[in-house]
């Protein structure tokens, strides 16, 4: 779902718009690392963990409930490996458990601000025809 989809974006986590309330609740060991763990609170009242390492200031780890057709799930996610791209840093990988499931990510390499030519997001042409899309035939 767009929930899913949003709370599963680290990018997002400093965002707190969407949140009735946030306050550091104090410091917890992870992996013997110091974290401040911050609970937030939405607009609905669910209630949603971030942890940030005290020493680098980097969210490592998010725990929260989503509401999905299948009913509430928690999805933890745990963020590593940061490297910097121009002058913002980004988690080279995104491991995300969910319903029992683990999920890693790693990403290559993140560009942020280029230019995408417009040929990028054109629809195969079979698609265009399948889905009846104007112009495709």
Request: charged share 25%.
């Amino acid at each position: 779902t767009e929930q899913l989809a949003a709370q599963a974006d680290p990018a997002g986590a400093a965002d707190l718009s969407d949140f009735a309330s946030a306050e550091i609740t104090g410091i917890k060991p992870i992996d013997g690392v110091d974290h401040y763990e911050m609970k937030l609170v939405d607009k609905e009242g669910k209630e949603a963990l971030r942890y940030f390492n005290v020493e680098t200031g980097l969210l490592t780890q998010m725990t929260q409930t989503s509401v999905t057709p299948m009913g509430e799930i928690q999805m933890t996610l745990y963020m590593s490996d940061y490297e910097k791209s121009g002058e913002l840093l980004s988690p080279k990988t995104v491991k995300m458990d969910v319903m029992g499931q683990q999920i890693e990510m790693v990403t290559d390499t993140v560009e942020y601000n280029v230019d995408i030519p417009d040929e990028h997001f054109a629809l195969p042409e079979e698609v265009k025809k399948r889905y009846h899309v104007p112009g495709g035939g």
